[in-house]
Nanobody, 117 residues
Framework: QVQLVESGGGLVQTGGSLRLSCAASTILFKISTMGWYRQAPGKQRELVASIRSGGVTTYTDSVKGRFSISRDNTKNTLTLQMNSLKPEDTAVYYC???????????WGQGTQVTVSS
């Protein structure tokens, strides 16, 4: 069974930084576009950053210039470096694949990020 295990969340003040990690137990990791999603209370889950197998990245406008996604295909790990955090970044963060029909894998438990003002 494929597993996605997110870690690295926590409580930080506005302007702080966090580094999230995702460990994926699937051989498909190397060929998949991977992404970080987040879900804030009362809101739908949204894709905030993605990275293709070759390293091309995309970001939603609200995190451009502050977040950086990267991957290590030798270790099947996905990372999200988050800088200049804002209260509106508060959410549970998840990793998953990014496909034309949506995320393809079962969701992990996510990691909580809370930014205090």
């Amino acid at each position: 069974q494929v597993q996605l295990v997110e870690s690295g969340g926590g409580l930080v003040q506005t302007g702080g930084s966090l580094r999230l990690s995702c460990a994926a137990s699937t051989i498909l990791f190397k060929i998949s576009t991977m992404g970080w999603y987040r879900q804030a209370p009362g809101k739908q889950r949204e894709l905030v950053a993605s990275i293709r197998s070759g390293g091309v990245t995309t970001y939603t406008d609200s995190v451009k210039g502050r977040f950086s996604i990267s991957r290590d295909n030798t270790k099947n790990t996905l990372t999200l470096q988050m800088n200049s955090l804002k209260p509106e970044d508060t959410a549970v963060y998840y990793c998953n694949t990014v496909t034309s029909s949506g995320p393809a894998l079962s969701w992990g438990q996510g990691t909580q990020v809370t930014v205090s003002s």
